[in-house]
């Protein structure tokens, strides 16, 4: 197992979402790449990836972190 697929596992995406300060209610918020009103960005835990239908973004929980801290 590589490193990233490491980080993957232990690293739960909705801690790391309410951990950076965004509001999470039944796996939804407010997106984290563009403004909006209505939350469009959804998190599955069951795959611990995420996806905005409102502007496309999305991924793995790396992939996250990334739009969080670096976008």
Do not use: Q, W
Not at 24 to 32: G, M
């Amino acid at each position: 197992m590589g490193n990233f697929d490491t980080i993957k596992d232990r690293i739960n995406i909705l801690e790391l979402a309410c951990d950076s300060g965004i509001e999470v209610k039944n796996n939804k918020a407010l997106c984290i790449s563009h403004k909006e009103r209505e939350p469009s960005l959804t998190f599955y835990p069951e795959t611990n990836s995420f996806y905005c239908y409102g502007c496309g973004i999305g991924g793995s929980v790396i992939d996250c972190y990334l739009a969080l801290y670096y976008l």
